[in-house]
């Protein structure tokens, strides 16, 4: 094993605990507000979750992007990747804000998802972004079209 890896992925623990801590403190924060205030806030739980827990997901995929950006050839997306693990998990990450302002359709769609998926245990929901996070980050590859012939 080189030595480069092991540093690399202690720095990437040590980033996501630090992540995973500020992430804690944050939501304590907001349950603080939102008990004072009796008002959920659902923007500011979603807009958190995809700033902590997508940026894990990114940390996490970055590995791979960065050994696609020493390639060379043209960027493409891997269509299906994005669309079944992306689509999802960004309609969810956005479900419970959804669920609260999307109006009739979208609204009750989304409460249901929600519903089954939570079940009033806001943790959950925190998965999504970050593999939405990942899905991002890891859905774009470099193709050489020399290297295929």
């Given at each position: 094993?080189?030595?480069?890896?092991?540093?690399?992925?202690?720095?990437?623990?040590?980033?996501?605990?630090?992540?995973v801590?500020?992430?804690?403190?944050?939501?304590?924060?907001?349950?603080?507000?939102?008990?004072?205030?009796?008002i959920p806030?659902?923007?500011?739980?979603?807009?958190?979750?995809?700033?902590?827990?997508?940026g894990?997901?990114?940390?996490?995929?970055?590995?791979?992007?960065?050994?696609?950006?020493?390639?060379?050839?043209?960027w493409?997306?891997?269509?299906p990747?994005?669309i079944?693990?992306?689509?999802?998990?960004?309609?969810?990450s956005?479900?419970?804000a959804i669920?609260?302002?999307g109006?009739?359709?979208?609204g009750r769609?989304?409460?249901?998802l929600?519903?089954?998926?939570?079940?009033?245990?806001?943790?959950v929901?925190?998965l999504?972004?970050?593999v939405?996070g990942?899905?991002?980050?890891?859905?774009?590859?470099?193709?050489?079209?020399?290297?295929?012939?």
């Amino acid at each position: 094993m080189k030595n480069k890896s092991w540093g690399q992925y202690l720095t990437t623990i040590l980033i996501i605990m630090f992540w995973v801590f500020g992430a804690s403190k944050s939501f304590r924060l907001i349950e603080e507000v939102e008990s004072r205030i009796y008002i959920p806030q659902i923007w500011l739980r979603t807009t958190s979750a995809f700033s902590y827990y997508g940026g894990i997901g990114v940390l996490l995929g970055l590995n791979h992007f960065t050994g696609e950006m020493k390639k060379k050839g043209v960027w493409r997306a891997n269509w299906p990747k994005l669309i079944v693990l992306g689509l999802p998990s960004l309609f969810y990450s956005f479900s419970i804000a959804i669920a609260t302002y999307g109006g009739p359709f979208w609204g009750r769609m989304s409460y249901i998802l929600a519903s089954q998926l939570i079940n009033n245990y806001w943790d959950v929901a925190y998965l999504f972004p970050l593999v939405l996070g990942h899905t991002i980050i890891t859905g774009f590859y470099k193709y050489d079209s020399t290297l295929m012939n």
